[in-house]
T-cell receptor, first 112, second 115 residues
Framework: GAGVSQSPRYKVAKRGQDVALRCDPI?????LFWYQQALGQGPEFLTY????????KSGLPSDRFFAERPEGSVSTLKIQRTQQEDSAVYLC??????????FGPGTRLTVL | AQSVTQLGSHVSVSEGALVLLRCNYS??????LFWYVQYPNQGLQLLLK??????LVKGINGFEAEFKKSETSFHLTKPSAHMSDAAEYFC?????????????FGKGTKLSVIP
């Protein structure tokens, strides 16, 4: 596609619900990243994929967070048993290896 | 370890005035530095980047930034602000080598342009 797309753009969840956030990277981009941006803060790194391999998940805040990219293209970030502190904008980015990242518009998650 | 400090969470300038957004970094290895812009409800767009070539870097939309190692700074400037420049700006740092994919962002500076 022309750019990185993310869906849904907005998600409201009740505390304790599971959510799944989708990222469609730019076609051919081998690297894919997830960032979390809390209100009034800069984005913070969550996890990194190269093709289907998750090479770094050190930024995932708890074991309730899980990301996958099974075919090396679309990625899903799953959050289980959502908590209020999970409310944030979740940004996905993709890149060719070693080049600049292209960011998607983000998914704004609100946990009530 | 690496970090970024952006001085001033909000900056207001008049249309046509100089834009100066400040960024200081901390890095134990030679840094790569970036400025991104974020318009409301949109993702981050790369304005410019420094990757150890020329210290004065020109980007899109008339922005430029100068890498000053002695001051550990990478301030963003534009000679004349336009209304369309109103957005939030993020400075970010990474480095060459292991872990270079991991950008560390500052908290952002929201730029308002007054007509």
């Amino acid at each position: 596609g022309a750019g990185v797309s993310q869906s849904p753009r907005y998600k409201v969840a009740k505390r304790g619900q599971d959510v799944a956030l989708r990222c469609d990277p730019i076609s051919g981009h081998v690297s894919l990243f997830w960032y979390q941006q809390a209100l009034g803060q800069g984005p913070e790194f969550l996890t990194y994929f190269q093709n289907e391999a998750q090479l770094d998940k050190s930024g995932l805040p708890s074991d309730r967070f899980f990301a996958e990219r099974p075919e090396g293209s679309v990625s899903t970030l799953k959050i289980q048993r959502t908590q209020q502190e999970d409310s944030a904008v979740y940004l996905c980015a993709s890149s060719l290896a070693g080049t600049s990242k292209f960011f998607g518009p983000g998914t704004r998650l609100t946990v009530l | 370890a690496q970090s970024v400090t952006q001085l001033g969470s909000h900056v207001s300038v008049s249309e046509g005035a100089l834009v100066l957004l400040r960024c200081n970094y901390s890095s134990s290895v030679p840094p790569y530095l970036f400025w991104y812009v974020q318009y409301p409800n949109q993702g981050l767009q790369l304005l410019l980047k420094y990757t150890s070539a020329a210290t004065l870097v020109k980007g899109i939309n008339g922005f430029e930034a100068e890498f000053k190692k002695s001051e550990t700074s990478f301030h963003l400037t534009k000679p004349s602000a336009h209304m369309s420049d109103a957005a939030e700006y993020f400075c970010a740092v990474t480095h060459l080598g292991a872990g270079s994919y991991q950008l560390t962002f500052g908290k952002g500076t929201k730029l308002s342009v007054i007509p």
